[in-house]
């Protein structure tokens, strides 16, 4: 079985301040992990994906996570927070003998000018 | 390219009505397919998902159902709607067991 725990369910940062979004994820085996991101009244969105290779992950808007299987994290972060990344963001991790994601339950972001 | 299509954007029915809700893909062959749930200030109900024409597995026992007529059409329907099936419906899509491509979502108020 597969689960992924986002802590925070709401985070709040001012513009141009360091966004940190938090994931770990259960799994038996290998994981694939993803990074989505809603805006209000629309559907998800990917903003980036590990699946093998390279640990740190570059997605879309400046947002990168690193997975550490060690830890069982894959934390978001952008450097620099801007007031379009107000959003909510869902963390989902998926392998092959499931044949589904399980996601999140997803981190309200709120950028304070 | 593909897209992904979802009807109606939002609805409004009275308790104890039927639901048909349609999702269809365009631009690919045998995709996975999948129903999902959202109630306010909640995060995905996985309901529903289809790896084939014809092949439902149900996650959450409910008075809801899925059908897969035909191999890029998932429908999710209902006899008679629950005051508690109000929520965002979002269908998606994937190739296989990565990414996922969700539809625009449709918006039910149960009254």
């Known amino acids: 079985a597969q689960s992924v725990t986002q802590l925070g369910s709401h985070v709040s940062v001012s513009e141009g301040a360091l966004v940190l979004l938090r994931c770990n994820y259960s799994s038996s085996v290998p994981p694939y992990l993803f990074w989505y991101v809603q805006y209000p009244n629309q559907g998800l969105q990917l903003l980036l994906k590990?699946?093998?290779?390279?640990?740190l992950v570059k997605g879309i808007n400046g947002f990168e996570a690193e997975f550490k299987k060690s830890e069982t994290s894959f934390h978001l972060t952008k450097p620099s927070a801007h007031m379009s990344d107000a959003a909510e963001y869902f963390c989902?991790?998926?392998?092959?003998?499931?044949?589904?994601?399980?996601f999140g339950d997803g981190t309200t972001l709120t950028v304070k000018p | 390219s593909q897209t992904i299509h979802q009807w109606p954007a939002t609805l409004v029915q009275p308790v104890g009505s039927p639901l048909s809700l349609e999702c269809t893909v365009e631009g690919t062959s045998n995709p996975n397919l999948y129903w999902y749930r959202q109630a306010a200030g909640r995060g995905l109900q996985l309901l529903f998902y289809s790896v084939g024409i014809g092949q439902i597995s149900s996650e959450v026992p409910q008075n809801l159902s899925a059908s897969r007529p035909q191999d890029r059409q998932f429908i999710l329907s209902s006899k008679k709607l629950l005051l508690s099936d109000s929520g965002f419906y979002l269908c998606?899509?994937?190739?296989?067991?990565?990414?996922?491509?969700f539809g625009p979502g449709t918006r039910l108020l149960v009254l």
């Open positions: 998606a899509w994937s190739p296989g067991v990565e990414t996922q491509y």
């Open positions: 590990y699946t093998t290779g390279a640990t």
């Open positions: 989902a991790v998926s392998d092959a003998s499931a044949g589904k994601s399980t």
